[in-house]
């Protein structure tokens, strides 16, 4: 299969700042989004070493036999394992950079990344941590790849809160997992084969959080043009507020 890409990013109608940051490899077929958080601007900072660590580290390693970081999981393939590790190395350079540096201090960020390592486009690996989020649209229909490691997300699963009333919720943006705040973290790794036809949307969650998933089904769907479809997400993610930085990335396969 064939592919093409396009991301961007707003700073959305609320903040000063965009913390958020994004990387795409069109030689590898690698897209990553980060959403930073900290003070003094420390969450751009955060996000866009995420970014340049994890894409260094993929390129570095992509064809090489470098050990994996925390040994390798044979329930996924070398992708999803070299992955997994770019994001345990970023965590570890973000959480030392922060206690280096006053303004720093406190620095985090979230971050999802998603690998066609196969020239034939024909398998994704994801491995993420904290709620930016990979969406596959196929056949019509929208699906959340990734779960978001958030209070609210716990709460929805152990019942004691609905999809509706997370969306309202006063904890909705506190996140459980991120990288920076601890000497280790625990990356989720998801894979699945690819199609002819399907799209990924890789986005903070300054999308999701403003627009439904019928929403932005209705505007993907409605878009061939990656470009489009991107500029079209974040502008009715602007409409409904805006209330925090905006980040697209939309990977689609011929």
Not at 129 to 143: F, H, I, T
Not at 159 to 181: D, F, H, P, Q, V
Not at 219 to 235: F, G, P, R, S, W
Request: aromatic content about 4%; some cysteine.
């Amino acid at each position: 299969m064939n592919f093409q890409v396009h991301g961007l990013s707003d700073v959305g109608r609320k903040r000063q700042n965009n913390e958020d940051n994004f990387g795409i490899d069109r030689d590898l077929r690698l897209f990553v989004v980060a959403d930073g958080m900290g003070g003094h601007a420390a969450g751009e900072v955060a996000s866009r070493m995420a970014i340049e660590l994890i894409m260094d580290y993929t390129r570095r390693t992509a064809s090489s036999d470098e050990p994996y970081l925390t040994g390798f999981n044979n329930r996924f393939s070398r992708a999803g394992n070299r992955l997994s590790s770019a994001i345990i190395l970023a965590n570890q350079v973000i959480s030392d950079s922060a206690t280096k540096r006053e303004e720093w201090q406190g620095m985090g960020t979230t971050v999802v990344a998603a690998w066609v390592a196969d020239p034939d486009c024909s398998k994704l690996s994801i491995a993420h941590v904290g709620d930016s989020r990979v969406y596959l649209v196929r056949n019509g229909e929208l699906k959340q790849l990734t779960t978001d490691h958030s209070l609210v997300e716990e709460q929805i699963r152990e019942g004691l809160m609905t999809r509706e009333e997370a969306k309202e919720s006063a904890i909705r943006n506190m996140i459980t997992r991120a990288l920076g705040y601890r000497e280790r973290v625990n990356p989720d790794i998801i894979e699945l084969p690819l199609e002819p036809g399907d799209k990924l949307l890789l986005c903070s969650d300054g999308l999701n959080t403003m627009l439904s998933d019928p929403e932005i089904l209705n505007i993907v769907k409605h878009n061939a043009n990656l470009a489009t479809a991107c500029q079209e997400l974040i502008d009715a993610a602007n409409a409904k507020g805006g209330r925090d930085n905006i980040t697209v990335v939309m990977a689609g396969f011929l």
